[in-house]
């Protein structure tokens, strides 16, 4: 592909994503509070996300060692200058993008759920929700499962951050689950960090072997895995 053809094909991807209005703006949206309200805000918040869209797509094809920040504001569009007034260095921008990326599925399970829901209903909400996430963002999935161990020990501390937010998750499904059957015991809180490590691991085996689009064919073994940890 020549460079002409690489840079629509990033257009077109970046005109998914769209900016400032597109999906990136809501999905890599800017810390909770802080809102438009002016162009100068607008362009600011743009540059951000095609910045972090522009990570995960560089380290995507790349390899997070051999991506450098002027790959990252090649392909983003933006000056080196508008990469530093974001992020002190390519880590931080990693680790930006990793947080983006965690509160975006974390928003979509929640928006996914609905009152009545059962609490099996719920699970299997979840579960259907964070595999259609990877399955639609093949770059984000490589560059945040498989590239995060080389992305440095800030990078990994932000994963365990997300593993244990998605554990708490679990263990409030759990106990959802607890108050429609009284008889099922306590679990103890390092059981739910597994079964989020484990359906991590298997998802980025998918994304390793290039499976990324059939991900879903996981939702059967990780709901058994759930069902016989849970009772």
Same mark, same amino acid.
């Given at each position: 592909?020549n460079?002409?053809?690489? $840079?629509d094909?990033? *257009? /077109?991807?970046l005109a ?5 209005s597109?999906?990136v703006? *809501?999905?890599w949206?800017l810390?909770?509070g ?10 600011a918040a ?5 910045l972090?869209f522009?990570? $995960?797509e560089s =380290?995507?094809e790349k ?13 983003a569009? =933006?000056?080196?200058?508008?990469f530093?007034?974001?992020? %002190? *260095?390519k880590?931080?921008c990693?680790v ?5 990326a965690?509160v975006?599925?974390v928003d979509?399970i929640?928006?996914?759920?609905t009152?009545?829901m059962?609490s099996r209903?719920?699970?299997? $909400? $979840?579960l259907?929700?964070?595999l259609?996430f990877k399955?639609?963002h &093949?770059?984000?999935?490589r560059?945040l499962l498989v590239?995060?161990?080389?992305a440095g020990? %800030?990078a990994?501390a932000?994963?365990?951050?997300g593993?244990q ?6 263990r409030?499904?759990y106990?959802?689950?607890?108050a429609?059957q009284?008889d099922?015991? *306590?679990? &103890? ?14 998802? /980025?085996t998918?994304?390793c072997e290039g499976?990324?689009d ?7 073994a990780?709901?058994m ?7």
């Amino acid at each position: 592909m020549n460079d002409s053809a690489k $840079t629509d094909a990033t *257009d /077109a991807r970046l005109a998914r994503y769209g900016a400032p209005s597109h999906e990136v703006i *809501d999905a890599w949206r800017l810390p909770r509070g802080r809102k438009a309200n002016n162009q100068t805000t607008e362009i600011a918040a743009s540059q951000r996300a095609r910045l972090l869209f522009a990570m $995960t797509e560089s =380290v995507a094809e790349k390899g997070y060692n051999a991506t450098t920040v002027g790959d990252i504001t090649r392909i983003a569009r =933006v000056s080196r200058s508008a990469f530093y007034a974001n992020f %002190k *260095d390519k880590e931080a921008c990693f680790v930006a993008a990793y947080e983006a990326a965690h509160v975006d599925v974390v928003d979509r399970i929640r928006r996914a759920q609905t009152s009545n829901m059962t609490s099996r209903e719920r699970l299997q $909400t $979840t579960l259907r929700v964070y595999l259609e996430f990877k399955r639609d963002h &093949p770059a984000l999935s490589r560059t945040l499962l498989v590239e995060i161990h080389a992305a440095g020990p %800030k990078a990994r501390a932000k994963r365990d951050w997300g593993h244990q937010h998605f554990a708490e998750m679990q263990r409030r499904l759990y106990a959802l689950r607890q108050a429609e059957q009284p008889d099922l015991p *306590d679990l &103890p809180a390092p059981i739910f960090r597994g079964v989020v490590a484990a359906i991590e691991e298997m998802t /980025a085996t998918y994304v390793c072997e290039g499976r990324t689009d059939a991900i879903l064919e996981l939702e059967t073994a990780c709901l058994m895995l759930l069902e016989k940890v849970y009772g």
